[in-house]
Protein backbone atom coordinates (compact mmCIF):
# COMPACT_ATOMS: atom_id res chain seq x y z
CA UNK A 1 0.00 0.00 0.00
CA UNK A 2 2.72 2.61 0.73
CA UNK A 3 4.58 1.58 -2.49
CA UNK A 4 1.57 2.89 -4.27
CA UNK A 5 1.53 6.19 -2.00
CA UNK A 6 5.54 6.49 -2.93
CA UNK A 7 4.49 6.07 -7.02
CA UNK A 8 1.68 8.97 -6.27
CA UNK A 9 4.55 11.50 -5.29
CA UNK A 10 6.26 11.41 -8.43
CA UNK A 11 5.72 14.97 -9.81
CA UNK A 12 4.13 13.90 -13.72
CA UNK A 13 1.73 11.12 -11.92
CA UNK A 14 0.33 14.10 -9.54
CA UNK A 15 0.16 16.34 -12.43
CA UNK A 16 -1.64 13.60 -14.39
CA UNK A 17 -4.19 12.75 -11.23
CA UNK A 18 -5.06 16.40 -11.00
CA UNK A 19 -5.63 17.18 -15.09
CA UNK A 20 -8.23 13.86 -14.59
CA UNK A 21 -9.95 15.56 -11.94
CA UNK A 22 -10.18 18.84 -13.26
CA UNK A 23 -11.31 17.65 -16.56
CA UNK A 24 -13.72 16.07 -14.76
CA UNK A 25 -15.04 18.02 -12.66
CA UNK A 26 -14.95 21.06 -15.84
CA UNK A 27 -17.13 18.83 -17.89
CA UNK A 28 -19.33 18.16 -14.99
CA UNK A 29 -19.72 21.99 -14.26
CA UNK A 30 -20.55 22.82 -17.59
CA UNK A 31 -23.37 19.83 -18.24
CA UNK A 32 -25.26 21.48 -14.63
CA UNK A 33 -25.24 24.88 -15.98
CA UNK A 34 -26.39 24.10 -19.19
CA UNK A 35 -28.67 21.75 -17.76
CA UNK A 36 -30.36 24.59 -15.77
CA UNK A 37 -30.05 26.92 -18.79
CA UNK A 38 -32.04 24.81 -21.31
CA UNK A 39 -34.18 23.68 -18.36
CA UNK A 40 -34.51 20.39 -18.40
CA UNK A 41 -32.41 17.63 -16.51
CA UNK A 42 -29.54 16.50 -18.98
CA UNK A 43 -29.08 12.36 -17.83
CA UNK A 44 -26.84 12.45 -14.51
CA UNK A 45 -25.37 9.13 -16.28
CA UNK A 46 -26.04 6.25 -17.87
CA UNK A 47 -25.27 3.58 -15.85
CA UNK A 48 -23.62 4.97 -12.62
CA UNK A 49 -23.97 8.67 -11.75
CA UNK A 50 -21.65 11.19 -13.88
CA UNK A 51 -20.41 7.93 -15.48
CA UNK A 52 -19.65 9.89 -18.78
CA UNK A 53 -18.05 13.07 -17.19
CA UNK A 54 -15.62 10.21 -15.41
CA UNK A 55 -14.72 8.46 -18.83
CA UNK A 56 -13.48 11.50 -20.65
CA UNK A 57 -11.48 12.97 -17.73
CA UNK A 58 -10.26 9.67 -17.20
CA UNK A 59 -9.23 9.09 -20.83
CA UNK A 60 -7.69 12.66 -21.03
CA UNK A 61 -5.58 12.61 -17.75
CA UNK A 62 -4.08 9.16 -18.43
CA UNK A 63 -3.41 10.12 -22.30
CA UNK A 64 -2.04 13.05 -20.79
CA UNK A 65 0.42 10.68 -17.91
CA UNK A 66 1.58 8.46 -20.99
CA UNK A 67 2.66 11.47 -23.31
CA UNK A 68 4.76 12.71 -20.25
CA UNK A 69 5.51 9.37 -18.47
CA UNK A 70 9.34 8.51 -17.45
CA UNK A 71 10.98 5.45 -19.60
CA UNK A 72 11.22 3.53 -15.69
CA UNK A 73 7.73 3.91 -15.45
CA UNK A 74 5.20 0.51 -16.56
CA UNK A 75 2.52 1.63 -18.82
CA UNK A 76 -0.29 -0.65 -16.88
CA UNK A 77 0.48 -0.06 -13.42
CA UNK A 78 0.82 3.62 -13.66
CA UNK A 79 -1.92 3.92 -15.81
CA UNK A 80 -4.45 2.18 -13.17
CA UNK A 81 -2.88 4.55 -10.53
CA UNK A 82 -3.77 7.39 -12.60
CA UNK A 83 -7.20 6.13 -13.49
CA UNK A 84 -8.38 5.16 -9.98
CA UNK A 85 -6.95 8.20 -8.10
CA UNK A 86 -7.99 10.38 -10.99
CA UNK A 87 -11.37 9.38 -9.97
CA UNK A 88 -11.18 9.85 -6.80
CA UNK A 89 -9.74 13.75 -6.66
CA UNK A 90 -13.00 14.23 -9.03
CA UNK A 91 -15.29 12.62 -6.25
CA UNK A 92 -14.07 14.94 -3.66
CA UNK A 93 -14.29 17.96 -6.30
CA UNK A 94 -17.60 17.12 -7.53
CA UNK A 95 -19.21 16.55 -4.10
CA UNK A 96 -18.02 19.83 -2.96
CA UNK A 97 -19.97 21.39 -5.65
CA UNK A 98 -22.85 19.75 -5.78
CA UNK A 99 -22.76 20.11 -1.72
CA UNK A 100 -22.55 24.10 -3.04
CA UNK A 101 -25.54 23.98 -5.19
CA UNK A 102 -27.35 21.93 -2.91
CA UNK A 103 -26.61 24.56 0.15
CA UNK A 104 -27.37 27.52 -1.90
CA UNK A 105 -30.70 26.33 -3.38
CA UNK A 106 -32.37 24.71 -0.58
CA UNK A 107 -29.65 25.50 2.31
CA UNK A 108 -29.64 21.68 2.99
CA UNK A 109 -27.54 20.43 5.60
CA UNK A 110 -23.68 19.71 5.02
CA UNK A 111 -24.87 15.61 4.98
CA UNK A 112 -25.88 16.16 1.47
CA UNK A 113 -21.71 16.11 1.13
CA UNK A 114 -21.13 12.90 1.97
CA UNK A 115 -24.66 11.49 0.27
CA UNK A 116 -22.97 12.94 -3.24
CA UNK A 117 -19.37 11.59 -1.96
CA UNK A 118 -20.66 7.93 -1.83
CA UNK A 119 -22.60 7.94 -5.11
CA UNK A 120 -19.74 9.60 -7.10
CA UNK A 121 -16.98 7.19 -5.63
CA UNK A 122 -18.48 4.63 -6.86
CA UNK A 123 -18.64 5.79 -10.25
CA UNK A 124 -15.22 7.26 -9.91
CA UNK A 125 -13.11 4.75 -8.63
CA UNK A 126 -14.51 1.83 -10.76
CA UNK A 127 -14.81 3.88 -13.78
CA UNK A 128 -10.96 5.32 -13.22
CA UNK A 129 -10.29 1.60 -13.00
CA UNK A 130 -11.76 0.55 -15.79
CA UNK A 131 -10.64 3.35 -17.99
CA UNK A 132 -6.95 2.77 -16.70
CA UNK A 133 -6.87 -0.43 -17.87
CA UNK A 134 -8.38 -0.29 -21.04
CA UNK A 135 -6.01 2.46 -22.17
CA UNK A 136 -3.01 1.02 -20.62
CA UNK A 137 -3.61 -2.51 -22.06
CA UNK A 138 -4.11 -0.34 -25.46
CA UNK A 139 -1.08 1.33 -25.20
CA UNK A 140 1.14 -1.78 -23.63
CA UNK A 141 -0.10 -3.35 -27.05
CA UNK A 142 1.09 -0.75 -29.47
CA UNK A 143 4.32 -0.70 -27.64
CA UNK A 144 4.86 -4.40 -28.13
CA UNK A 145 3.73 -3.95 -31.57
CA UNK A 146 6.13 -1.30 -31.79
CA UNK A 147 9.11 -3.36 -30.58
CA UNK A 148 8.58 -6.53 -32.86
CA UNK A 149 11.40 -9.01 -32.26
CA UNK A 150 14.70 -7.79 -31.62
CA UNK A 151 17.54 -9.84 -32.41
CA UNK A 152 18.85 -9.46 -28.94
CA UNK A 153 16.53 -11.62 -27.68
CA UNK A 154 17.44 -14.31 -29.43
CA UNK A 155 21.19 -13.63 -28.49
CA UNK A 156 20.68 -14.38 -24.89
CA UNK A 157 22.27 -17.13 -23.49
CA UNK A 158 19.51 -19.09 -22.33
CA UNK A 159 18.48 -19.77 -25.97
CA UNK A 160 22.08 -20.36 -26.89
CA UNK A 161 21.95 -22.95 -24.24
CA UNK A 162 18.84 -24.45 -25.74
CA UNK A 163 19.96 -24.38 -28.91
CA UNK A 164 23.15 -26.70 -28.16
CA UNK A 165 21.36 -29.28 -26.40
Known amino acids: MSDIFFRIQ ?33 LPGFFLFADLEFAVGSVFGIIYFFKIREPHQD ?7 VGIFGGILSCIFISVYQTIVVMVTVNGPITVFFLYLGFTFLSG ?8 ALISVIYVYKDMKGDKVEKEHFDDEFFKDLIDK
Open 10 to 42: EKNVKRSILFSALITTIFYVIKSIVSIIIGTLI
Open 75 to 81: LLKYGVI
Open 125 to 132: AVIGLLTG
